[in-house]
Structure formats: C-alpha cells, structure tokens
C-alpha cells in the first residue's frame, strides 16, 4: 500500500509522453471515423429560418448555398438531417413537416396532420420513421417510404416541446408545457 503525496519525478513511467502518444492515437482514430461516416463526402450543414426558408450549404465548399428550402408560409422551428443524410425534414408554424432531398434540396413531400403549429422532428435510427410534436398536444408517427401518417398519439394536455428516439428505434420519449414525460413503445 502506499500513502502520501504522489511525486511525478520518481514516476517509472512518463505520462507526458504516454499522454502525447494516446492523443495522436485517439485523434488518428476519430479521423478515420469522421472519414467512414461522411465516406469522403464534403459535410453539408442546413439551417431554418424565421423567413420560411431552410437553407443548405457546403461550408468547406462555397460560400453561395446550394440551394434555398422554400414553400413554408411561417418560420420554421425545427430542422434535421435523416441518419442516412437522405433526407431533411423541417417543422413550422404553418402546421406542416416539409421533406427535401438531403443533397440538392429538392422538394419530395408535405406531411399534414397537425392542426397547430409544429415544434419538433426526430428521426428512427433507420430513416424509415418521423416523429413530430407540437402545440396541438399530439404526437405523430409518419411512414417516410410513403409519406404517409401512421400513428397519432394523443396524450398530453398542452403543447409538446421536445420529441427523441431511443437508440434501439422501439420507443419515443416526448414532453411539454404539462411538465409530462412519456414514453411511447411501438
């Protein structure tokens, strides 16, 4: 057993050098991943705005967009990417869910069922699936293969401000203005 002050200079190993050597490790890790994720592809970014416009863009590219997400009649809240990068879809206070082509941005579908305004998408980990939540108090399942509602899901008593997917894609936690968590299973 040893006690007392811990002296780095009578240290057998250099943990400076350990250190420096598991940094260059990690960072020659995390680059190989970034370059299996993105599989060589430049990384495209996609913002909302209060204007009805999503915009997509290369940063590392250009500096003009690649193009201009137009056809939402108020601002948009919620923006993302599908997992697979397929697809973007945005979420706004003109009631709809609005899905583009992840790469040129091209319009696809617009999906309608709320009858508020639309706070928050998620994506299944697969892709296949969309859920949406908002001020109605209604959680909704779309099919993404036919654009299609699934599932409505009533359940909380005010607006709904947050939606996720587990990582196993079996169930959807969401939650709101009535301080209620819930937990959905499909």
Do not use: C
Not at 52 to 75: C, F, M, N
Not at 86 to 102: E, P, Q, V, Y
Request: avoid cysteine; aromatic fraction near 10%; charged fraction near 25%.
């Amino acid at each position: 057993m040893r006690t007392g002050p811990y002296d780095p200079s009578k240290a057998s190993v250099n943990y400076l050098e350990v250190t420096q050597n598991m940094s260059a490790q990690l960072a020659d890790l995390a680059l190989q991943r970034y370059k299996a994720a993105t599989r060589g592809e430049p990384e495209i970014l996609v913002s909302g705005s209060d204007v009805y416009t999503a915009i997509l863009w290369v940063p590392e590219k250009d500096k003009q967009p690649i193009a201009r997400l137009t056809g939402h009649h108020k601002s948009i809240n919620d923006v993302k990417f599908s997992p697979d990068m397929r697809m973007i879809a945005t979420a706004s206070f003109d009631h709809s869910i609005k899905l583009w082509n992840g790469r040129t941005g091209k319009y696809l579908a617009s999906l309608y069922g709320h009858v508020q305004e639309v706070y928050q998408i998620s994506w299944s980990a697969d892709s296949r699936l969309l859920v949406s939540g908002g001020k109605d108090s209604t959680l909704k399942l779309w099919d993404m293969k036919t654009f299609k509602l699934m599932v409505d899901l009533p359940g909380h008593a005010d607006t709904i401000f947050a939606v996720d997917w587990s990582p196993d894609g079996q169930r959807v936690v969401s939650g709101g203005k009535d301080k209620v968590l819930k937990i959905w299973r499909q």
